[in-house]
């Protein structure tokens, strides 16, 4: 059980390039969202979703797309690389109480050091 | 909008103190919350989940408290050890709105 695992580690893009941060979790959980952590601002919510086929914009979407055409995998695109998205990036993932609501615990990748140059 | 605040933002403390970490929100209306751990240049930890049903969690030494009509959380670490330094992050959670965090209290443990 390998967790919320997150690829590449690090990752340096000049402005306009593009990529897409991968992030897998096989606990078959249906939650699972982007965060980005700046110092002085704290984790902010770039994306999430719900289940299969759904996603939903968090906090600070600008920038960036994603899609999850599987239970597993999560992926997060940056269209167009610019120096405000310089960044760590988590990755989280969480199953849903059954019936209910609410959520379990959430389970966090060990990130992706981004800088845009 | 939920805003979730902790205090202090840094602490020092001298090896085997007693101490206190501070979470507040100001939305009450929260399903659960979250204490983490994150190392420097690492991912978050899950410490310690409260459900609003609930008023308090251990784990260890660690133990956590809920009083939601307050909007408060407390982070009680005994015998403080300098493998405890680290920064700790509390986070709420609302139905199907994801986790709000906090921005975190830098601990540190002195030998």
């Known amino acids: 059980n390998a967790g919320v695992t997150q690829t590449p580690k690090f990752q340096v893009l000049k402005t306009g390039q593009s990529m897409t941060l991968q992030c897998a979790q096989d606990?078959?959980?249906?939650?699972m969202s982007w965060y980005r952590q700046d110092p002085g601002m704290g984790l902010r919510l770039i994306h999430y979703?719900?289940?299969?086929?759904?996603?939903d914009q968090g906090e600070v979407p600008n920038g960036y797309n994603v899609s999850r055409s599987t239970t597993e995998d999560f992926p997060l695109r940056l269209l167009s690389a610019a120096p405000s998205q310089t960044s760590v990036y988590f990755c989280a993932s969480s199953t849903r109480r059954l019936g209910q609501r609410r959520y379990n615990e959430q389970f966090f990748g060990p990130g992706t050091r981004l800088t845009v140059l | 909008k939920q805003e979730v605040t902790q205090i202090p933002a840094a602490l020092s403390v001298p090896e085997g103190e007693n101490l206190v970490l501070n979470c507040s929100f100001t939305d009450s209306a929260i399903y659960n919350l979250q204490w983490f751990r994150q190392d420097p240049g690492k991912g978050l930890t899950s410490l310690l989940l409260i459900q609003s049903s609930q008023r308090e969690q251990t784990s260890g030494r660690l133990n956590a408290s809920l009083d939601k009509s307050s909007g408060r959380s407390t982070l009680y670490i005994a015998a403080s050890q300098p493998g405890d330094s680290a920064t700790y992050l509390c986070?709420?959670?609302?139905?199907?709105?994801?986790?709000?965090f906090g921005k975190g209290t830098r601990l540190s443990v002195i030998a």
């Open positions: 986070a709420v959670e609302k139905g199907n709105t994801p986790l709000v």
């Open positions: 979703s719900v289940g299969a086929g759904i996603t």
């Open positions: 606990m078959n959980h249906e939650y």
